[in-house]
C-alpha cells in the first residue's frame, strides 16, 4: 500500500506541475513532451509520469500519438464561446454554493487570498502572468469552496482551456485592472455569505472575460 500511495502521490504532484506549465504556455502549445527530461526535471518516475500525462491528456492538455509521442494540445480560440456557455452557468453556481457552505478551511483560505490581494497590485504588474496566475489560483479555491467534487473537476477543466486563451490574449494586451480588481468583490461577497450577489458578480466577470477576449483576438 505504501508503494501505491507513494506512486500516487507523484503522479498527483507532477500532474500539477504539468498542468501549471501548460496553462500558463510555459511549454509551448504543440511542443513535444520528452519523458525522461520531465522526469528528472520534475524527480518523478517513468510510472507516475505517465499517469499524470494520462490525466493531462483528458483535461485536453496535451495529446498523444502512436509513434510520434506527446504534444501540448494548440490553444483553439474558436471554442470560447462553448466554454464560456458552460462557464456562464457554472461559475456563478459554484460561488453561490460556496457562499453557502462555506467551511473553516475554505473560509482561511478565502480570507487570506483577498487579504493579499487588497494590499498587492497584480493588476499594475509589468508581467501579465502575474495577474493571470491571480485569477486562476482565486477560481481555483472558489471552485474547491463550492463543496462538490464534479463541479471542481469541471470547472477546472474548462478554467484552464480559458486561460490558456487569456496567455494567449496577454501577449498582444495585457489582462484589464478592472477584471482582477473584481476578485476582490467576489471573495467578499462569498465570505459574507451573499451567495446571489457573488452569482451575479461572477456571472459579470465571466462575460467580461469573453469580451475582453474577442476584442484582443
Excluded at 95 to 104: M, N, S, T
Excluded at 111 to 131: E, V, Y
Aim: proline share 5%; aromatic share 4%.
Amino acid at each position: 500500500m505504501k508503494e501505491t500511495k507513494s506512486s500516487g502521490s507523484l503522479a498527483t504532484r507532477a500532474f500539477e506541475l504539468l498542468q501549471d506549465k501548460l496553462v500558463f504556455l510555459e511549454i509551448a502549445p504543440g511542443e513535444p513532451l520528452n519523458e525522461t527530461r520531465l522526469g528528472l526535471e520534475l524527480e518523478v518516475g517513468r510510472t507516475p509520469l505517465r499517469e499524470a500525462l494520462k490525466r493531462l491528456e483528458t483535461e485536453r492538455l496535451v495529446a498523444t500519438f502512436p509513434r510520434r509521442g506527446t504534444f501540448a494540445t494548440p490553444v483553439d480560440i474558436t471554442v470560447l464561446s462553448e466554454i464560456s456557455e458552460v462557464r456562464e452557468v457554472l461559475e456563478p453556481l459554484a460561488v453561490r454554493l460556496a457562499a453557502k457552505r462555506l467551511d473553516h478551511r475554505s473560509r482561511g483560505e478565502l480570507k487570506d487570498l483577498k487579504d493579499q490581494l487588497d494590499t498587492a497590485t497584480p493588476g499594475g504588474s509589468s508581467n501579465p502572468q502575474d495577474a493571470l496566475r491571480w485569477d486562476s489560483t482565486i477560481h481555483r479555491a472558489l471552485y474547491c469552496a463550492a463543496g462538490n467534487a464534479h463541479l471542481e473537476a469541471t470547472l477546472n477543466r474548462y478554467g484552464n482551456l480559458a486561460t490558456r486563451i487569456w496567455c494567449l490574449a496577454a501577449t498582444r494586451n495585457p489582462t484589464p485592472v478592472e477584471h482582477i480588481a473584481t476578485h476582490s468583490q467576489l471573495l467578499d461577497a462569498v465570505l459574507n455569505g451573499r451567495s446571489e450577489d457573488a452569482a451575479e458578480i461572477m456571472r459579470e466577470h465571466v462575460g467580461e472575460f469573453e469580451q475582453h477576449m474577442r476584442e484582443v483576438l
